[in-house]
């Protein structure tokens, strides 16, 4: 605090209060109800088309893929209960041989057929991820270097026209010289 007289008076003055500072600071961040209620409601989306255009592409392989593994467990399904059926003695709830085979050939066939799926997935992220290599090379060393170019072409042009032309010399002239 600072104290001075006035009017012979002693008053006392903050100087430094920093409380103040920080407070002041923090409520003017935060802004007030009235500004909230100013800005816009809408909100603005621009998809990226290409990346959408391969979503869609890869979700139909995805889908179809995916259509055909449930088409085999129901093929496969029907083909186990077609066993189960034939068999009318009290083991009917263990598997015959037939019926485990059957049932591994289609663990193996599921396993496989997810692991296609996956790998479509996989190539629908690198087809993105390539997309997003393609653009941060473009915004990071292509459009800088075009730009630098652009710059000292200007910057060549300019010191040409600068720069006063010497007439060109007449034949006397070039005789002339030694």
Excluded: Y
Aim: a positive charge.
């Amino acid at each position: 605090m600072h104290a001075q007289s006035v009017c012979g008076q002693r008053v006392e003055q903050v100087f430094a209060n920093n409380g103040d500072l920080v407070l002041n600071a923090l409520d003017n961040l935060a802004g007030s109800a009235d500004l909230i209620s100013v800005r816009g409601r809408a909100s603005f989306s621009r998809p990226f088309d290409r990346v959408e255009t391969l979503r869609h592409i890869a979700d139909d392989q995805f889908r179809a893929k995916e259509q055909e593994l449930e088409q085999q467990l129901r093929d496969t399904e029907e083909k186990l209960t077609s066993l189960q059926s034939r068999r009318n003695d009290k083991s009917a709830m263990i598997l015959s041989p037939e019926q485990e085979k059957e049932l591994d050939n289609f663990q193996d066939e599921k396993l496989r057929i997810r692991k296609q799926l996956r790998a479509v997935r996989a190539g629908l992220d690198k087809d993105i991820k390539g997309l997003g290599n393609e653009l941060k090379i473009v915004n990071i060393v292509v459009v800088p270097v075009v730009f630098a170019v652009i710059a000292l072409l200007i910057g060549m042009w300019r010191r040409r026209q600068r720069t006063p032309q010497e007439p060109p010399l007449t034949m006397k002239a070039k005789e002339a010289q030694p």
